[in-house]
């Protein structure tokens, strides 16, 4: 019998397949004590452990490319992290295995991280996969991961972990379900990147039993279970249409009345170019620097390879927008140059510009680098500094950028509230604001993105988010100044109308979510989204925004 159940929908899309369950995780192992003179044995076999796994990670990277690779690397960081090895070292000294040894320990960080209530985005899962795959291969066990299967399924998993999503074969994953997660974890990010239908924070997903038909709709958060003929047939027919329309938009973004809003992509190399390109996006409105920083957590890479890196890029967008975001270092992105190993809570610490401000060499190069990249091209470059709060910092990094005798417009990240509270006077120092929903909604909710039970609170539908967005689009609109959405919330193609009716000026997503906006917004005029816009900051819930706006849009 068809049932119907609701998670959050966070990749666009239709599924239809039998449920494969994830491989189970890796089982505890047993806690029995070694004799002192084995505790150098053991210790050699965890370290070789952590290395091969690190290694193995860093190789699913380099297949995967573009914003898969930064994050596959930063869990490569996490299994050689000085400090959990220590500690591994120390337990089998005491006499615990190898395995008991890294399980342990593991366990121990992350009930730290947990407990200090860190916004460390895709942490605490990440955590757990990279303990997983280090314990597995102790044991001499399969590692978790994908089932195997020579049909098309909807894979099931409590979460899934980057390394397992960045190279999930979209020919035979028609779309994936978790019960932990939410909008903007890396798992979500991906699924997007992917093109896969994705509903995550779908309480008791792995219930569903193996070989069961379901139907998944990433746009509306609905799983319908042994869907009946007619359900069937009533989403196929949907998908066609969407699929149509989105074949017939084309061109640069703009409502139907010819209100402009630029669509550009969120990259995370020049890898992701590629996508960005073919999807009709018409710049660049958040490329991540952070692949070059990650590749080697001793030292920063050199400014010739910062050129050649960031010139690919701007090649791709000849007359284009392209907007570089400086190193946002720090938190759930730790370099052992930069960022310092004892903070209680980094995300609430030194991370991001105030990182940079620490290293204005590291700043100074990179500046200096981006300044010889767009030498002679007609490129329109812009570059942002993330985690802004407030005048200062703004003023800090406009000066830096001047000094480096960078040609480009300056602009500051709006990812926490006081500087989307007081954004008309940051922009007496800088030249744009590109809005951070992801960061802007955890430090808005104190909402951890990656946890499922607070996914509510990540919702980019949230009128208290809606209504630091429209003040800081109407200071910079009083300042005759440009402010626009890199977040994800600029994927959701509904949302994407709110967007544009609260004063947004141009929006930035993952390249795969391109045609599905674009289409969106042709549909609607602006007075429309103006009005979809008011009623959503009117609710009183995320619910009863998305509820609000989509009655408006739909002429109800």
């Known amino acids: ?22 491989g189970t995780a890796v089982l505890e192992p047993p806690a ?36 898969a690779q930064a994050v596959l690397e930063a869990q490569a960081l996490m299994a050689q992290d000085p400090e959990l090895m220590a500690d591994v070292e120390r337990r089998i000294t005491v006499g615990s295995t190898a395995e008991r040894g890294v399980y342990d320990a593991f366990a ?16 605490v899962a990440d955590l757990d996969d990279v303990r997983n795959r280090i314990v597995a291969r102790l044991l ?45 974890s890396h798992s979500a990010i991906l699924a997007r990147a992917l093109g896969v239908p994705a509903v995550v924070a779908l309480p008791g997903a792995g219930e569903l039993v193996e070989g069961t038909v379901i139907a998944v709709d990433g746009s509306t958060g609905e799983i319908f279970v042994e869907p009946s003929a007619e359900k069937r047939a009533e989403l196929e027919r949907a998908a066609a249409e969407r699929k149509a ?28 170019v590629a996508a960005a390109v073919e999807a009709g996006a018409e710049g660049v409105g958040l490329f991540r620097t952070e692949f070059l920083f990650l590749d080697d957590s001793k030292q920063a890479p050199s400014e010739a390879k910062q050129v050649e890196a960031y010139r690919k ?59 010889k990249a767009a030498e002679g091209l007609p490129v329109y470059l812009e570059v942002m500094a993330p985690m802004v709060a407030d005048r200062i910092d703004a003023k800090a990094f406009a000066d830096a950028c001047r000094e480096a ?34 960061d802007l909604a955890q430090y808005t909710f104190a ?60 929006l930035s997503m993952g390249a795969a979510s391109i045609p599905y906006v674009r289409a969106t917004l042709a549909k609607h005029t602006l007075a429309q989204c103006e009005r979809a816009a008011a009623a959503a900051r009117a609710a009183d819930t995320a619910d009863d925004a998305r509820a609000a706006a989509r009655a408006v849009l739909s002429g109800e």
């Open 1 to 22: 019998m068809e049932t119907t159940l609701r998670g959050v929908g966070v990749s666009h899309g239709v599924a239809i397949g039998e449920v494969r369950h994830m």
């Open 313 to 371: 890029v701007l090649e791709a967008f000849p007359e284009g927008r392209v907007v570089v975001r400086v190193l946002d270092a720090g938190a759930d992105k730790p370099l052992d140059f930069l960022t310092p190993a004892d903070e209680p809570n980094p995300a609430l610490g030194v991370r991001g510009l105030r990182t940079l401000l620490d290293h204005p060499d590291v700043l100074r190069t990179q500046l200096t680098a981006l300044a």
């Open 140 to 184: 001499g066990v399969p590692m978790p991961g994908v089932p195997d299967s020579d049909e098309p399924y909807v894979l099931i998993a409590r979460d899934l972990a980057p390394a397992d999503t960045a190279l999930l074969d979209p020919t035979l994953v028609l779309g994936f379900v978790t019960e932990e997660g939410g909008p903007t």
């Open 405 to 438: 005798g960078l040609r480009a417009k300056f602009g500051a990240m709006v990812e926490i509230p006081s500087a989307a509270l007081r954004a008309r006077s940051i922009l007496q120092e800088v030249e744009f604001l590109s809005l951070g929903t992801n």
């Open 245 to 272: 329309a989105l074949a017939a938009s084309s061109g640069p973004g703009a409502t139907s009345d010819g209100h402009k809003v630029p669509l550009l992509a969120n990259v995370g190399g020049p890898g992701d």
């Open 108 to 123: 121990a960080y992350r009930a730290l991280l947990a407990g200090a209530g860190e916004y460390l985005a895709g942490r």
């Open 447 to 506: 909402a951890d993105r990656q946890v499922g039970a607070v996914s509510r609170l990540q919702d980019p539908w949230q009128p208290a988010l809606l209504d630091l967005v429209a003040a800081s689009a109407e200071a910079a609109k009083a300042e005759g100044k440009s402010c626009g959405v890199c977040g994800e919330a600029a994927s959701d193609p509904e949302l994407a109308c709110v967007l544009t009716g609260l004063g947004v000026t141009s």
């Open 32 to 67: 029995k004590q070694i004799p002192a003179d084995e505790a150098e044995r053991e210790q050699g076999r965890a370290r070789q452990a952590v290395e091969a796994v690190a290694a193995d990670l860093i190789a699913r990277g380099n297949l995967a490319g573009g914003e």
